[in-house]
C-alpha cells in the first residue's frame, strides 16, 4: 500500500451493515448483477485478481465476553481488534486499532493508527502502545481502560480475501465480499507458518452490505429474484468455534 493510499483511510464510520451467506454458485450470480450499478473499490483496482487481504487479530477478556455478547444478540456491543492487509510485516502497509461496536441497528468502528516497528511486532501490547495519536484518543483510552479492567488479550486471528464493490450513484452504498475465510487461535499479528489455521465456512462467501440512510430499490429487486436472507454472522465467532475455543471453555 502507498503512502498516500495510508494517508486516505478512514478513522470513524456509522453505518448499517447487513450480511448474507452465499454458496459459490449463488455469489458469481448476484455479483454480476452488482456490474451493472456497482464499480470496483479504487483500492481493490491495484491488484491483479481484484482482492485484497484482511487480517484482524481480535482481543477478548478471559470470560470470553465479547463472544458471547455477540452471540446473545445485545444490541449494545463492541470489541477491539488490531486490522492489518499483509500475512508479513510490510513497513507501507497499515496497521491500525479498532474498536467496532453495534448501537441499537448501527455498526460503529473508531480506528488509530499504530506507528511501525518491527522490533515489537510479536507483541500485540507493544503494538497498540506505539500508536501514533496518543491524545485525545478515545480508541486508545477504551482500550486502555479494557486492557488492565477486563484483562483483554489477543486470542483470534482472521485472515479473508476481500473484493469491494461502491455504487456509481451513491458513494456510501458500498458492498464487499469476503472468502477464502481462515481462524487461528495466536496472539500474534504475524505468527509463524507452523501455526494451525482452520478454515471457515468453505465454499462459502460472506457478503456485507454497507449504506448509511437506505438500500437503493435496484438492490431490492436483486434480493427478491435471488431470496436472499439476511443473517447474522461473525468472522471472530465462527473463528471460536472453529478452533474449539468456546467449547473449551465450557468443559
Same mark, same amino acid.
Given at each position: 500500500?502507498?503512502?498516500?493510499?495510508?494517508?486516505?483511510?478512514?478513522?470513524?464510520?456509522?453505518?448499517? !451493515?447487513?450480511? =448474507?451467506?452465499?454458496?459459490?454458485?449463488?455469489?458469481?450470480?448476484?455479483?454480476?448483477?452488482?456490474?451493472?450499478?456497482?464499480?470496483?473499490? $479504487?483500492?481493490?483496482?491495484? @491488484?491483479?485478481?481484484?482482492? +485484497?487481504?484482511? $487480517?484482524?487479530?481480535?482481543? &477478548?477478556?478471559? @470470560?470470553?465476553?465479547?463472544?458471547? !455478547?455477540?452471540?446473545?444478540?445485545?444490541? %449494545?456491543?463492541?470489541?477491539?481488534?488490531?486490522?492489518? =492487509?499483509?500475512?508479513?510485516?510490510?513497513?507501507?502497509?497499515?496497521?491500525?486499532?479498532?474498536?467496532?461496536?453495534?448501537?441499537?441497528? @448501527?455498526? +460503529?468502528?473508531?480506528?488509530?493508527?499504530?506507528? %511501525?516497528?518491527?522490533?515489537?511486532?510479536?507483541?500485540?501490547?507493544?503494538?497498540?502502545?506505539?500508536?501514533?495519536?496518543?491524545?485525545?484518543?478515545?480508541?486508545?483510552?477504551? @482500550?486502555?481502560? &479494557?486492557?488492565?479492567?477486563?484483562?483483554?488479550?489477543?486470542?483470534?486471528?482472521?485472515? =479473508?480475501?476481500?473484493?469491494?464493490?461502491?455504487?456509481?450513484?451513491?458513494?456510501?452504498?458500498?458492498?464487499?465480499?469476503?472468502? !477464502?475465510?481462515?481462524?487461528? %487461535?495466536?496472539?500474534?499479528?504475524?505468527?509463524?507458518?507452523?501455526?494451525?489455521?482452520?478454515?471457515? /465456512?468453505?465454499?462459502?462467501? /460472506?457478503?456485507?452490505?454497507?449504506?448509511?440512510? %437506505?438500500?437503493?430499490?435496484?438492490?431490492?429487486? /436483486?434480493?427478491?429474484?435471488?431470496?436472499?436472507? $439476511?443473517?447474522? /454472522?461473525?468472522? +471472530?465467532?465462527?473463528?471460536? !468455534?472453529?478452533?474449539?475455543?468456546?467449547?473449551?471453555?465450557?468443559?
Amino acid at each position: 500500500m502507498t503512502n498516500q493510499a495510508k494517508k486516505s483511510i478512514q478513522e470513524n464510520f456509522l453505518r448499517y !451493515e447487513f450480511k =448474507y451467506i452465499l454458496n459459490d454458485e449463488l455469489k458469481i450470480a448476484v455479483e454480476s448483477e452488482l456490474s451493472h450499478f456497482m464499480q470496483l473499490d $479504487r483500492f481493490v483496482e491495484r @491488484f491483479d485478481n481484484k482482492k +485484497y487481504l484482511v $487480517r484482524s487479530l481480535y482481543f &477478548d477478556d478471559p @470470560f470470553y465476553t465479547f463472544y458471547y !455478547e455477540k452471540t446473545d444478540g445485545l444490541m %449494545h456491543r463492541q470489541k477491539f481488534r488490531i486490522r492489518t =492487509y499483509s500475512l508479513k510485516y510490510d513497513e507501507n502497509v497499515p496497521i491500525m486499532l479498532e474498536l467496532k461496536g453495534r448501537y441499537n441497528n @448501527f455498526v +460503529y468502528k473508531n480506528r488509530t493508527e499504530i506507528a %511501525h516497528n518491527q522490533d515489537i511486532i510479536h507483541d500485540a501490547f507493544l503494538l497498540t502502545d506505539n500508536i501514533i495519536k496518543k491524545k485525545d484518543n478515545n480508541v486508545l483510552d477504551q @482500550f486502555t481502560y &479494557d486492557r488492565f479492567k477486563k484483562n483483554i488479550n489477543p486470542v483470534m486471528l482472521i485472515d =479473508y480475501q476481500r473484493r469491494a464493490y461502491q455504487s456509481k450513484y451513491d458513494y456510501e452504498f458500498r458492498i464487499t465480499f469476503d472468502g !477464502e475465510l481462515y481462524g487461528t %487461535h495466536t496472539t500474534d499479528l504475524f505468527p509463524k507458518n507452523d501455526v494451525k489455521k482452520r478454515k471457515l /465456512i468453505d465454499g462459502y462467501t /460472506i457478503m456485507e452490505v454497507k449504506f448509511r440512510k %437506505h438500500v437503493p430499490q435496484w438492490f431490492h429487486r /436483486i434480493m427478491i429474484k435471488y431470496q436472499l436472507t $439476511r443473517v447474522s /454472522i461473525s468472522k +471472530y465467532c465462527t473463528g471460536m !468455534e472453529a478452533t474449539n475455543l468456546i467449547e473449551n471453555l465450557d468443559d
